[in-house]
């Protein structure tokens, strides 16, 4: 089911990219690109109150070509006519792509792949009180554990960061940021789950 994301205001908008860096093994977000990353073993399993992944994903392959996290027509459909990918393989946190629209400082939508297994959602979660300031469940995407995390919440400003569970021991990050036209108006996390309802399909292979 594809829906539009009504990120345009009175100008073409689209969503800025933040992504969460690593701080001394736990996930951080900035305004770079990043993904979380584990706060113990890559491979712990979730805990009783951590939602689980039924149906792993593979990222082999989109970590090698991280621009193909979405294809051109979904960019469209979140940050509008004109969106252009750029592609980081040398990122600290792994490989990650930046939507923007070009001659803008904003919106982005980021999409970052850690280099390995980064703890998964449990990763977030345990970092809650510590690292992250804010730490809240979102709506799953189908049978995927969505998590807004941040420092500090961001939301206010137009920005918001989330870890999609690929699997029970890693996450892809995902950062929103809206344009200054709809701060606000808009909530940003809900921008940043439209993003990861099409990186979920675009894995699958189902564009």
């Known amino acids: 089911m594809r829906r539009s994301i009504l990120l345009i205001g009175a100008t ?82 792994g490989p990650s792509c930046m939507w923007s629209i070009p001659a803008t400082s904003r919106p982005l939508v980021d999409v970052i792949f850690g280099r390995t297994p980064d703890g998964g959602t449990a990763s977030v979660y345990k970092a809650k009180g510590g690292a992250y300031k804010l730490v809240e469940p979102l709506a799953p995407v189908d049978g995927h554990p969505l998590t807004a995390y941040g420092t500090k919440d961001e939301r206010p400003s137009g920005k918001c960061s989330v870890a999609l569970g690929a699997s029970d021991t890693e996450t892809v990050g995902i950062v929103a940021e809206l344009s200054e036209a709809n701060i606000g108006k808009k909530d940003p996390c809900d921008a940043a789950r439209e993003a990861a309802i099409r990186v979920l399909t675009t894995i699958r292979g189902g564009n």
Do not use: W
Not at 48 to 62: G, M
């Open 12 to 93: 073409a908008l689209a969503l800025s990219a933040c992504s969460p860096p690593t701080t001394n093994g736990t996930p951080t977000p900035t305004s770079g690109g990043a993904s979380p990353s584990p706060s113990s073993s890559s491979d712990q399993a979730p805990g009783p109150d951590v939602p689980k992944v039924a149906t792993p994903l593979t990222l082999t392959q989109v970590k090698r070509a991280p621009c193909n996290a979405l294809t051109e027509k979904q960019a469209g459909e979140l940050l509008g006519s004109g969106a252009s990918p750029k592609e980081s393989m040398d990122g600290a946190a």
